[in-house]
């Protein structure tokens, strides 16, 4: 099983969506996989209009509680976050002086007993919580949203900065890789999407993938009724661009 953090430090950039695009792109291609939320805001779960009494947060709580792992399509499950008992829970262990070897020990729990799955993909808020630096210190990979703000780029450079120290100073004998990084909500009606796509590409060179996830509404639209945008749109530009992704991802994993 490989764990990629999907993360940046800049918050819009579609992390969630990719999560379930890509990972429901992926089981279309035979791979089992996992969305593990990590954000106290809940969008996985939100995502596909589920509760669970057993999350990550009750899990960071009390390792012998147990965890749900939710099938939402066929190969395609979740844990949820806790929502607001992530963040709780979080603070609770940071006081009490047990928050980085608690759940560093949760973590490695949770990963060492999932290895049915081909990806654990895991959604990250853009901020720095212990719950994200935890989470990025037990993955193998990063994979990178880049949305076409003037921002992106920052928060591109920021979230490598951060896995690097983390690799440092954590793991230096097992570095975490960025596997890539994708344009997404491209318009190419528009000059600053066009930059800022050269840019990124002049930066990161190979590390950015040849399929660019274009604007289109139906990825917009695809939450509101907790579908993957290809179930809910089939055919549309979303679901063409997704379905590229997991293709090309696959190839280059």
Not at 228 to 253: C, I, K, M, N
């Amino acid at each position: 099983m490989k764990i990629i953090a999907v993360a940046t430090s800049k918050g819009g950039t579609g992390k969630t969506t990719t999560c379930v695009n890509l990972g429901y792109g992926l089981t279309k291609l035979d791979k089992k996989v996992l969305i593990l939320d990590c954000d106290k805001q809940g969008n996985i779960s939100n995502y596909f209009n589920l509760t669970s009494s057993k999350t990550l947060a009750t899990f960071l709580d009390n390792i012998e509680s147990g965890i749900d792992i939710i099938a939402v399509r066929k190969n395609l499950h979740i844990i949820n976050s806790g929502k607001e008992r992530l963040a709780e829970t979080e603070k609770r262990l940071v006081g009490a002086r047990l928050g980085i070897m608690a759940m560093n020990k949760a973590f490695k729990t949770i990963f060492e007993s999932i290895n049915s799955y081909d990806y654990t993909f895991l959604d990250l808020g853009p901020s720095l919580s212990l719950v994200n630096e935890n989470a990025l210190a037990m993955c193998d990979e990063i994979f990178i949203p880049a949305s076409m703000g003037f921002f992106d780029l920052t928060g591109i450079s920021q979230i490598i900065k951060i896995i690097n120290d983390i690799s440092d100073t954590v793991r230096p004998e097992r570095p975490i890789k960025v596997c890539g990084m994708f344009v997404n909500m491209f318009d190419k009606r528009t000059k600053i999407a066009e930059t800022i796509e050269a840019n990124l590409r002049a930066a990161y060179k190979n590390l950015v993938f040849k399929t660019k996830v274009r604007k289109n509404v139906s990825i917009a639209e695809a939450p509101a009724f907790h579908e993957p945008v290809q179930t809910y749109a089939p055919g549309s530009h979303g679901d063409l661009d997704f379905t590229q992704l997991a293709e090309e991802f696959l190839d280059r994993a």
